[in-house]
Structures are given as structure tokens and as C-alpha cells.
């Protein structure tokens, strides 16, 4: 993780489906949860970061449980956290004198308050944490390489990056004819998903029930979806401590 994209890294997810820069941080997240699950699980650092956080976000918390042969894993960095919020339940019991204390200093408080607070996590998800760095990394190389006519082909053979991604590109974006040919690049496609969406409706709609919605028109709706939120888990998340 944390390594500059290469530009055939770029090439190659701009023929996946979706926006290339998601494809390249869903690779990453897996990678990281992979690595997070089999390598990572015993090391004290890594615990200690991942305690910190009180585990992952919930998207990546979830993402984690996929993984075959994980079980165990998850068991051991989950154990740890749950060990840890046991600990700060045990020192805020509302019989404990600590409360009565905390709770005479911040009088204004609910009564729980002050545990509500220690169970706070004092540091992002790993894996959002990750996904940012590795995402300013993929914009910025794509910015750098964007003037190359093989990545302007690839781009336009693609399904678009999506809008939050192609916002990040435009502000990286410096010369004006590079901008001017991602800005029609981008159009041209969006322009074609629309009209996709247009025919899926138009068929959708009992009147024309009888004409075939084809392949590209049926995922159009599912496409925009990707286009205009990003592809599924594929964001760092803004969860923050
Ligand atoms: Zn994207
Ligand atoms: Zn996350």
C-alpha cells in the first residue's frame, strides 16, 4: 500500500467495468483486508492500530467477514477490541466512583456521557485510511500520464471514472488541453449512458413492453449508480474519530 500507481496499473482498470480509479482501490482494500486477516493478525502494531479504531469501518468491517478462512482472524482482532471496550465498561460502571466523579466534573453531561466518550474510537478504519492515500496517489498519476495518447484511448474506451473521482482529476488537471480532453472524454460518455437510460425507460414502460431492453440498456440504471456515487466499497469513508 501507499505505492504510486504505475500508468499500466491505470490502463488495465480503465478496461474493467466501472471508474478505473474505484477498480484500483477495491483491488487495494482487498489486498488490505487480505494482508489485515492472514499477515498482519499477529502483529502487535497492527493490533494496537486496530484497536485503536475500534475495528474497521462498517462497510470494510463486513468486507472483512468475506474471506474464506478468515474466521479466525476476525476472531482474534475482534477479541481484542472487545476486550478493550470491557475494560473502559469496567471503569465507568455506574456504581464506580469514577462516574460519580466524571460525572460531577461534566454536570451539564447526560450520565452517559462520559463512557459514551472513552468508547469513542481514537483513530479512523485502517482500510479508509489506506483507501485515501492510495486514491490521491492514483489521481495524481493519472493527472501526470493523462497527455499519453494510450491512456487518452483507454480512457475513452472506458465506462468513465465516476463523479467523485473525475472531480478529484479535474482539480489535478493542470494544462488546458489536457482538461479540455478529459472534460469531452467524460461528456461523450455519460452522454451514451443517458441514452442508454433513456431506452431502458422508454422500454420499461408498459406502452413498449413488447421491444427487447439489450444487454448495455438493462445495467444502465445499475451503471449510473456507479457513476454517480462510486463503485460499492470502493470510497474511503469519512467515518473520523
Ligand atoms: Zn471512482
Ligand atoms: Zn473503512
Not at 20 to 41: G, I, M, S
Amino acid at each position: 500500500m501507499g505505492f504510486p500507481f504505475a500508468y499500466y496499473d491505470l490502463l488495465d482498470a480503465f478496461a474493467k467495468p466501472g471508474c478505473a480509479v474505484c477498480a484500483l482501490l477495491l483491488r487495494d482494500a482487498a489486498q488490505f483486508l487480505d494482508k489485515l486477516l492472514y499477515e498482519f493478525v499477529n502483529d502487535r502494531q497492527m493490533q494496537r492500530a486496530f484497536r485503536a479504531s475500534y475495528g474497521l469501518c462498517n462497510p470494510h468491517s463486513w468486507q472483512l467477514t468475506g474471506y474464506r478462512g478468515g474466521a479466525l482472524g476476525a476472531a482474534i482482532l475482534h477479541a481484542a477490541v472487545l476486550g478493550d471496550i470491557q475494560a473502559k465498561m469496567d471503569r465507568f460502571a455506574p456504581a464506580s466512583a469514577a462516574l460519580t466523579g466524571i460525572s460531577r466534573l461534566f454536570r451539564a453531561d447526560a450520565p452517559g456521557e462520559a463512557l459514551a466518550r472513552a468508547l469513542e474510537p481514537q483513530a479512523a478504519c485502517m482500510a479508509c485510511e489506506r483507501l485515501a492515500v492510495a486514491e490521491s496517489d492514483a489521481i495524481s498519476t493519472l493527472a501526470q500520464v493523462i497527455h499519453l495518447p494510450d491512456v487518452q484511448s483507454a480512457y475513452q474506451a472506458s465506462e468513465g471514472l465516476c463523479l467523485p473521482h473525475f472531480r478529484q482529476l479535474l482539480r489535478q488537471v493542470s494544462s488546458p488541453s489536457d482538461l479540455k480532453a478529459v472534460i469531452s472524454f467524460q461528456a461523450a460518455i455519460w452522454s451514451k449512458l443517458e441514452a442508454e437510460i433513456a431506452e431502458f425507460q422508454r422500454k420499461s414502460d408498459a406502452h413498449y413492453g413488447d421491444e427487447t431492453i439489450d444487454a448495455d440498456e438493462a445495467t444502465s440504471w445499475l451503471r449510473a449508480v456507479g457513476q454517480v456515487a462510486g463503485a460499492k466499497g470502493a470510497l474511503p469513508g469519512t467515518r473520523r474519530p
